[in-house]
């Protein structure tokens, strides 16, 4: 499950990171992914 969560953000990495952001893997524990904002995908805008 952890591979494939893994393939799955490499995808979609290019498009945040194009946006000033990225997506981090935190865990993956019984079906449950658990990823963190970061950069502008992170921040509160207003």
Request: glycine fraction near 14%; proline fraction near 2%; include cysteine.
């Amino acid at each position: 499950m952890r591979e494939k969560t893994e393939v799955a953000l490499g995808k979609i990495r290019p498009a945040l990171r194009a946006d000033g952001g990225d997506v981090e893997l935190v865990d993956v524990q019984d079906g449950l992914v658990k990823v963190r904002l970061t950069g502008a995908c992170g921040s509160k805008q207003e």
